[in-house]
């Protein structure tokens, strides 16, 4: 067994002799100091919390949404499909966790619930992967896709939707989504702010541009920064003649983003679009949304609930995606998720990263990364950095981008999937690469992403770049930090051409755009942006759009086509002007109070959130600097 060590900083790590005894010192140290975050993950991703913790409505809808997508079932299938390096390895990690796991007791925080440990297996492994994939990334696409169809089943302007989303809906047909019978969020709907993320940044530069002479990389995952404890798990790993570096998900095996010896990879949400609806007729248990009829596979799913009977629900299925209710007929809609293919490779290839020769050996393997949707940017020892894509998008039927239901009936659908090589990828010899969300088209130009992020801090982070020949650590350390805002340098000027004169425009007026905690400027800003927001209800559903606003991350996922109105199509609507203008002078005339008043996050347990406190586990609020459009980047979801 390896040896467990501490540094000075108190970050766990170990000496092993080999790279199996890496991967069980892995498994050990998860355990040992993450068992809570371990047990839950592997818990979730089986569809059994109502089983083993409560039978609470929102885990009982989160187990359905498990089994909806098959996820359990996927794991149980592809373990079979791993190679024997793989299993060894794996089996390696889970001997950690077992024999860290005989050490200790059951998490402290868990004892007053009687939570009853699920069993930790390679097939366990394989499905807190995809529930990581999913819940992590791909759950929000598609809470943004039924949002649209929801919209318009609240009389929104269905021109407005389609100039809105240019060119993503330009060959929709509202008239065949509102014929829709079951549109309503189905099990497991319900937006879970333990897994939202607003984005990440990457970037690298060449020896040429550092002070040292090599090539450096930064990695800045952008996770949710209130939870206890957080997501990914510092570690180091020493072996033979190389070591690991980095973060890791207590559950999963391997290093999330870091550095072994010569290379060293960060990964940015792709913002894919792998996640696509399907409108079917159905009649008779049959669906003949194609020139065919096709039978409905079912499924039958029992949903344990602890204390309780357990809850039944049936699943139909065809050859494009499953189905959200019972028994579907007439015009039903159907789902699928393209990560959840081939995830025994997506495994072994996460596996073998950290083992890793330079850039070129990293991206063979990240070829077969399917499950996570990932801009990778990488860089080694030998002076290279490259870009390379991960993940699973569909190859979509020609002139349907995704981002609205299929019409099977028409002939829209999947043709295949891109994955690997048919993926982004940047091979040339540039200075330095960026990775901020932004969208990347596939390589002969197909769609994948309709949802991505705006490029203001992908911009920002090229200005500080190219500032400097000499970047070194502390460089790095202030791009990262860096609160200037280009989203507010643009839109600044749009807000004060509607502001009537008083302390709150003069205090925007004098705004330098920097999102400083004690800046009333950043305030203002804010204050009139959201307004302005706001002001789009009358075409986008009313009443309606404004309570998605509070209870959604709507406007952090609409951010890039909601600014790319205010700056392109709000020049040309009369109507969506005075809208605005009416908003904004509304709001109080006197000057904002600094930006932490507003700007604040309270610390919440994992389990436990507001009752932390009575289990020693108390909540305490902080206030933030930067925003959705900084590199320091900042949003609150509340």
């Known amino acids: 067994m390896a040896k467990i060590t501490l540094n000075a900083e108190g970050i766990p790590g170990a000496h092993a002799e080999n790279i199996r005894d890496a991967y069980r010192a892995l498994g050990y140290l998860h355990y040992a100091y993450r068992p809570l975050q371990l047990l839950l ?139 829709l019978t079951h549109t309503k969020p189905g099990l497991g709907f319900a937006a879970n702010p333990l897994f939202m993320q607003s984005g990440s940044n990457a970037w690298a530069i060449r020896g040429e541009r550092s002070a040292s002479g090599y090539p450096i990389l930064c990695g800045d995952p952008h996770l949710q920064i209130n939870q206890i404890p957080a997501l990914l798990f510092e570690t180091r790993i020493r072996f033979a003649e190389n070591f690991w570096l980095g973060a890791t998900i207590p ?56 204390g309780l009977s357990p809850r039944h629900v049936n699943y139909f299925s065809n050859t494009q995606g499953t189905y959200e209710e019972s028994a579907p007929s007439g015009k039903s809609l159907s789902t699928n998720w393209a990560g959840k293919y081939h995830v025994h490779e997506a495994m072994e290839a996460y596996m073998r990263l950290p083992c890793a020769k330079d850039v070129h050996d990293a991206q063979k393997i990240l070829a077969k990364a399917h499950t996570l949707s990932l801009h990778f940017i990488l860089a080694d020892r030998d002076g290279e950095i490259c870009y390379t894509q991960a993940g699973t998008v569909p190859k979509r039927s020609p002139k349907w981008s995704g981002l609205y239901p299929a019409d099977r009936a028409s002939g829209q659908g999947w043709d295949g999937v891109l994955t690997g090589e048919n993926l982004p990828q940047d091979k040339t010899k540039k200075d330095f690469l960026v990775s901020a969300n932004e969208a990347r088209p596939g390589v002969h130009g197909e769609t994948i992403s309709t949802l991505s992020q705006p490029l203001y801090r992908y911009h920002r982070i090229e200005q500080l770049l190219k500032a400097s020949q000499k970047h070194d650590r502390k460089s790095m350390e202030k791009i990262q930090c860096d609160i200037y805002s280009l989203q507010a340098e643009k839109l600044k000027p749009i807000i004060l051409n509607y502001l009537e004169p008083s302390s709150l425009s003069k205090t925007l007026q004098a705004w330098d755009c920097r999102y400083e905690s004690e800046s009333p400027g950043a305030h203002a800003f804010e204050l009139c942006y959201h307004e302005m927001i706001k002001a789009l209800h009358p075409w986008l559903g009313g009443d309606w759009f404004k309570e998605k606003l509070k209870s959604s991350e709507l406007r952090l996922w609409w951010c890039r086509n909601i600014d790319r109105y205010f700056l392109e199509k709000l020049p040309h609507n009369k109507a969506v002007q005075k809208s605005i203008a009416e908003h904004l002078d509304q709001l109080p005339k006197d000057q904002p109070s600094p930006y932490r008043d507003v700007a604040q996050l309270q610390f919440k347990h994992l389990v436990w959130g507001p009752l932390g406190r009575i289990f020693g586990q108390p909540s305490r609020n902080i206030h933030m600097s930067g925003s959705r459009g900084t590199i320091q980047q900042a949003n609150s979801f509340m």
């Open 251 to 306: 559950g999963l095996p391997g290093i999330a983003v870091g550095r072994n010896k010569n290379v060293s990879w960060s990964g940015t949400f792709s913002c894919a679009d792998n996640v696509d609806f399907f409108i079917d007729d159905v009649v008779d248990g049959k669906s003949s949304g194609t020139s065919q009829a096709e039978p409905l596979l079912k499924r039958e799913i029992q949903l344990k609930r602890r």
């Open 41 to 179: 993950l592997h818990t979730s991703a089986q569809g059994r919390l109502a089983e083993l913790l409560v039978p609470k409505k929102e885990l009982v809808a989160q187990d359905a949404l498990m089994h909806r997508l098959e996820i359990p079932q996927i794991g149980q299938k592809q373990a079979g499909e791993l190679s024997s390096d793989a299993r060894d390895l794996l089996s390696a990690y889970i001997d950690g966790i077992h024999t860290a796991s005989k050490k200790a007791k059951t998490p402290r925080t868990l004892r007053p619930l009687l939570f009853r440990a699920p069993t930790i297996t390679i097939e366990t492994v394989l499905s807190a992967l995809m529930f990581s994939a999913y819940m992590g990334l791909s759950q929000s696409q598609e809470r943004m896709e039924r949002i649209i169809i929801e919209a318009l089943k609240q009389n929104a302007d269905e021109t407005f939707l389609r100039d809105f989303f240019s060119p993503h809906l330009e060959h929709w047909n509202p008239n065949l989504l509102r014929q």
